[in-house]
């Protein structure tokens, strides 16, 4: 049995350096879904209640990862992406632990400080993770990492607020911050163990001209800069209209915040279980498939719109997020395919800039716009921006296999052929699902939800 077979039938959590990659990154996700309960209970208290306060220091975390976000993908296509990670780590680890030795009520302004510091190292970390995986992981096992990656991502996104608010009741924030930098030296120390592969890294030249490059290579992929442009024009018109006014429509017709709460852990156990599915899929077409599971989203604004009753609110947010994950893992699957290695992590610096460049504008418009012309206009919109704009994709050259149509549209032709014929299912793939269901963190957006 050659060892691309035995590999195969192992599953990817057989492979060494991924399984470390994926443990330490599945308890620091943990960590990131503590840190805004904390940082959020820890501003209340220094400012008797100030929801602007809230809203300033949360969002110097957003403004920090757009701001630093290309800067972090042209350091990690020059430099090892394990070391750009391990610094990261290491430089929030520092900065969370400040925030725990901060007075027991310190004035906003550090607050915001040090949470724009910590989403600085994020900035630096998530295009080097996204560049690292396909390094260590071959072709035909990678839409099984970024399977798991994805049910890490929603299983802390359902366990880790509850957490963090039972630390903080129970121990008080500055106990929830150091728990919080455990979990940043847990992925330091697993990062310390992985074993890189060498690659050809991106030859330096201006931080501007590699961003440039970087911009000119999504741009080249057509398929690619299409997705990327109508997941900007989303977030800002349909995504942000649904969570803002989920909670305001949650507690005035039904009279509490439980609503709320239930429906994005919902959304992201239906997630959870659309990544485990998009990991035993292997789609003909796989662009087609994950295009279409976008469709599902206007549930949530239409489920808002007509808010008769929980159980609806809560079956269309289950349904979105169910839907949702798999185009989040074919698509991953494809950037990774598409692009070349000493690149990589400049596409995905530009994935997560399109991902949350326009959401914040989007988030402070939301309330003048349903003042101006009212709650039900703006959730049609949203509807409507969640459909239309995902059917006009279709019409992109490429975009149903997510693959450029030219001859030499993709940076690995023979890769890509190996990945239309992908091994038959094994019996390890079952345990690799679970493993990963087990293992308690917008990805996407959440990172896209």
């Known amino acids: 049995m050659s060892p691309g077979t035995a590999t195969a039938r192992r599953g990817v959590l057989g492979l060494r350096d991924f399984r470390l990659l994926f443990a330490g990154q599945t308890v620091s996700t943990v960590g990131d879904q503590i840190f805004p309960v904390a940082v959020t209970i820890a501003v209340l208290n220094s400012t008797g209640n100030d929801a602007g306060s809230v809203g300033l220091v949360l969002a110097a975390r ?117 728990v919080d930098a455990a979990t940043f030296l847990i992925s330091l120390l697993t990062l310390a163990r992985l074993r890189e592969p060498a690659y050809e890294a991106s030859a330096s030249h201006s931080v501007l001209a590699d961003i440039r490059e970087g911009f000119a290579e999504v741009w080249r992929h057509r398929w690619a800069a299409a997705v990327l442009g109508v997941a900007a024009l989303q977030l800002m018109l349909a995504v942000a209209p649904a969570v803002v006014l989920l909670p305001v429509i949650g507690r005035r017709e039904f009279g509490g915040d439980a609503v709320y709460g239930t429906a994005l852990s919902l959304f992201s156990l239906g997630g959870v279980l659309g990544a485990v599915t998009a990991m035993r899929l292997r789609p003909r077409h796989p662009g087609l498939v994950g295009v279409l599971g976008l469709l599902p989203y206007a549930l949530v604004p239409v489920s808002l719109l007509t808010p008769f009753a929980p159980w609806w609110i809560f079956a269309c947010h289950f349904v979105a997020g169910l839907c949702l994950e798999p185009f989040i893992v074919f698509w991953t699957s494809a950037l990774q ?65 997510f693959r450029d149509p030219r001859s030499a549209g993709d940076t690995a032709p023979a890769e890509s052929a190996a990945e239309d014929s992908p091994p038959a299912p094994t019996p390890s793939a079952a345990p690799a699902a679970e493993a990963g269901t087990a293992v308690p963190r917008p990805d996407e957006a959440a990172r896209a939800g």
Not at 105 to 121: E, K, Q
Not at 142 to 151: F, G, Q
Not at 346 to 373: E, K, N, Q, Y
Not at 384 to 396: D, I, S, Y
């Open 62 to 178: 957003w403004v920090a990862l757009v701001l630093f976000v290309l800067l972090g993908g042209v350091w990690a296509d020059r430099l090892p992406r394990r070391a750009v990670m391990m610094a990261s780590d290491a430089f929030r680890l520092l900065a969370v632990v400040v925030l725990a030795l901060l007075p027991a009520s310190p004035p906003v302004w550090a607050l915001a400080a040090m949470v724009f510091l910590v989403g600085g190292g994020e900035a630096f970390f998530r295009p080097a993770y996204g560049a690292l995986v396909p390094g260590v992981v071959p072709l035909e096992l990678r839409p099984a990492a970024n399977a798991l990656t994805s049910v890490s991502l929603r299983t802390a996104a359902v366990v880790g607020p509850g957490l963090g608010a039972g630390l903080v009741a129970l121990v008080g924030v500055r106990t929830a911050f150091v």
């Open 337 to 401: 395919r598409a692009f070349p290695a000493h690149q990589l992590a400049r596409v995905t610096s530009i994935d997560w800039l399109c991902s949350f460049a326009l959401m914040p504008i989007g988030l402070a418009l939301v309330g003048p716009a349903a003042g101006r012309f009212g709650e039900a206009a703006v959730l049609a919109s949203a509807a409507v921006v969640a459909v239309v704009p995902v059917l006009l994709l279709l019409l992109v050259p490429g975009m149903k296999d």
